[in-house]
Nanobody, 125 residues
């Protein structure tokens, strides 16, 4: 049974930082590209960042470039999202997702194979 479990969300002031983690089990982690998506209240789920199977290639949506960094640790079956300079517009539920041999660029929510349940990030102004 595949499980993706996110953690690290919380309440932070604008300009602050958070690091999200997503630990995978029940799958061969190195065979999956990993992505982070987010969904704000009343909005569709949107792509945030992705990383290739071996961690060589990363891709970000424009609004987080230079502020967010995605990374993965194969020994821990974990993918991270370091979020700096947070803005109120970053407030959302953040989801981790996995795509079998996916490509980070062009990753879409409808293409993902597995999802976590999400972790809430709230950025106050």
């Amino acid at each position: 049974q595949v499980q993706l479990v996110e953690s690290g969300g919380g309440l932070v002031q604008a300009g602050g930082s958070l690091r999200l983690s997503c630990t995978a089990s029940g799958l061969t982690f190195s065979s999956y590209a990993m992505g982070w998506f987010r969904q704000a209240p009343g909005k569709e789920r949107e792509f945030v960042a992705a990383i290739s199977t071996m961690g060589v290639t990363t891709y970000y949506t424009d609004s987080v470039k230079g502020r967010f960094t995605i990374a993965r640790d194969k020994a821990k079956n974990t993918v991270y999202l370091q979020m700096n300079s947070l803005e109120p517009e970053d407030t959302a539920v953040y989801y981790c997702a996995a795509k079998y041999f996916g490509r980070p660029e062009g990753m879409r929510a409808g293409d993902m194979d597995y999802w976590g349940k999400g972790t809430l990030v709230t950025v106050s102004s």
